[in-house]
């Protein structure tokens, strides 16, 4: 039976006024959920709803909310199998994968389980005697997280967890095309003991989001947003933000650099370029965009990248592939017009092009109705070309030519997104001159673009980001908000900077 969905505020199903409906892109004839969309209203009435579990939720001690956290680690992990099988079903995400993306939201649990007991502020020494200084943490308040679906799981978990461990409560306004997987994983949440309203998951499309957020923030009822998706969307929500005094958490698109260099493995190095430009059918914000690559082994690296991705499979995300279908039918025409950017200075060096049917197969795999594509490596891009200059979210990697260490960098920082990068090499020079001089905010050596870890700072610069940071202990200062005490008890007024001690040095002293 086709799962029906709707909005979830304050503990409460809210009645959606249009519907979605989700289905499984590798079988496009099969339905996931029918999913009711919320509207404006509906958003700015759970920020408010959120407000009232808020003040509450903020009172339980933080050791008991990192309790609350391990019980939705562990929630996850006894139905990891389940969870990772509907990712597969709605987004069509290798299952192999789904398995890890399930995984991360685990791993970040057992990071942030025990932050209950470090939310940790200062003592701090007074210029002045006989008063005290002290610096807490306190939560920001009502917080929105609003999050693309190629993650539909393991990103949200980077907001959701440190966000509520600090004493926040959240509405989260998911993916549509990723609904099912954003209910099941709101349900996990709300079974480890989570009050009523601390967490609210809010269906809606961009446009009654987008106003849902700017009534909420008019009203005062929402205090921090965080996004994930495109720069483009992600300038309007920090415009909004900026009009309020408010700086989001933005996570935005990349356009990530491989740097191949002369004394490079080149078969790790091929092996990173294939996971990094083709896993999740290249649709990861941290997908590969570039490879650029030394030109005395330009021809080498071509041909191995080329030969693995002839071998690579492309089919069932349920079975053993490096890629399955695209993400949503939005997703597979957007990427027909970047097919259009390859131009006649280019080579395509990877075989056919376009969506992958019975009239276009690739070997024996004819696409079974699904939204498959061919994955395309394409050579002699240059730096004025769009398709090396601009994000293209699905199976297409460019490949250039550079000649010095400082015309590598120059090129991988060109486009002027910050997000992910890496480089191949043995030469330890090579590995820092290149992580002093690129503008991503995640480096690699030797290992792809892709493959966060939870412990480690997630974010980006220029158009991936706003320098905000996701995951590890970096995170909590997006969720809270430092505020400093002092404490005079000398029985008098003493006036900071003017009632100061002072001991006169004899500063002409010579030996």
């Known amino acids: 039976m086709t799962r029906q969905i709707v909005s979830v505020v304050g503990g409460k199903d809210a009645a959606g006024e249009d519907t979605y409906t989700s289905v499984n892109p590798a079988r496009l004839g099969e339905v996931v959920a029918r999913v009711g969309l919320a509207g404006a209203d509906t958003f700015a009435g759970a920020c408010r709803t959120a407000g009232d579990a808020q003040r509450e939720w903020a009172k339980v001690p933080a050791p008991v909310r990192g309790r609350v956290v391990a019980s939705i680690g562990r929630l996850v992990e006894a139905n990891a199998e389940s969870l990772a099988a509907l990712v597969t079903e709605e987004i069509g995400k290798p299952y192999a994968e789904a398995l890890g993306e399930v995984r991360e939201i685990v791993d970040t649990c057992d990071f942030f389980l025990g932050e209950g007991r470090r939310l940790y502020g200062q003592t701090v020494p007074s210029e002045m005697p006989d008063k005290n200084l002290f610096t807490f943490r306190n939560p920001v308040g009502v917080v929105a997280v609003i999050t693309a679906g190629n993650f539909p799981v393991a990103v949200p978990s980077w907001y959701l967890v440190p966000a509520?461990?600090?004493?926040?409560?959240?509405?989260?306004?998911?993916?549509?095309?990723?609904?099912?997987?954003?209910?099941?994983?709101?349900?996990?949440?709300?079974?480890?003991?989570?009050?009523?309203?601390?967490?609210?998951?809010?269906?809606?499309?961009?446009?009654?989001?987008?106003?849902?957020?700017?009534?909420?923030?008019?009203?005062?009822?929402?205090?921090?947003?965080?996004?994930?998706?495109?720069?483009?969307?992600?300038?309007?929500?920090?415009?909004?933000?900026?009009?309020?005094?408010?700086?989001?958490?933005?996570?935005?698109?990349?356009?990530?650099?491989?740097?191949?260099?002369?004394?490079?493995?080149?078969?790790?190095?091929?092996?990173?370029?294939?996971?990094?430009?083709?896993?999740?059918?290249?649709?990861?914000?941290?997908?590969?965009?570039?490879?650029?690559?030394?030109?005395?082994?330009?021809?080498?690296?071509?041909?191995?990248?080329?030969?693995?991705?002839?071998?690579a499979r492309v089919g069932d995300p349920r079975e053993d592939v490096l890629a399955g279908p695209?993400?949503?039918?939005?997703?597979?025409?957007?990427?027909?017009?970047?097919?259009?950017?390859?131009?006649?200075?280019?080579r395509v060096v990877s075989g056919p092009t376009g969506r992958i049917t019975a009239d276009n197969p690739r070997g024996g795999f004819t696409g079974d109705g699904g939204l498959y594509y061919h994955p395309v490596v394409v050579d002699g891009v240059r730096p004025d070309d769009r398709i090396f200059l601009e994000e293209t979210f699905g199976p297409i990697v460019g490949v250039t030519t550079f000649t010095g260490m400082s015309e590598a960098i120059e090129l991988a920082n060109r486009p002027g997104y910050g997000l992910s990068s890496s480089i191949y090499t043995t030469d330890p020079k090579h590995a820092f001159a290149f992580r002093e001089g690129v503008s991503a905010g995640m480096v690699s050596i030797n290992n792809s673009t892709s493959g966060a870890e939870a412990h480690l700072p997630f974010g980006g610069n220029g158009k991936s980001g706003n320098g905000s940071r996701q995951s590890g202990m970096w995170v909590l200062d997006q969720f809270t908000r430092w505020q400093s005490m002092n404490w005079d008890h000398s029985g008098r007024l003493q006036k900071a900077q003017m009632d100061v001690a002072e001991i006169t040095p004899d500063l002409g002293f010579r030996l």
């Open 164 to 311: 509520l461990l600090c004493g926040n409560a959240v509405v989260w306004k998911p993916a549509e095309y990723a609904a099912a997987s954003a209910h099941a994983m709101y349900r996990l949440f709300a079974a480890a003991g989570l009050p009523d309203g601390v967490l609210n998951v809010v269906f809606a499309d961009g446009s009654q989001t987008f106003a849902g957020l700017e009534k909420a923030l008019g009203e005062g009822t929402l205090h921090k947003i965080g996004f994930t998706g495109s720069s483009e969307v992600g300038r309007k929500i920090g415009e909004l933000a900026g009009r309020h005094l408010q700086s989001p958490c933005l996570e935005l698109g990349g356009k990530n650099p491989m740097v191949i260099m002369p004394d490079a493995d080149l078969d790790l190095a091929v092996e990173g370029a294939l996971f990094s430009g083709f896993g999740t059918a290249g649709q990861r914000c941290t997908s590969l965009g570039t490879v650029i690559v030394h030109e005395s082994v330009h021809r080498d690296f071509t041909d191995r990248f080329a030969r693995a991705l002839d071998a």
């Open 326 to 346: 695209l993400l949503d039918r939005k997703f597979a025409d957007r990427f027909e017009e970047f097919l259009t950017w390859i131009q006649p200075h280019h």
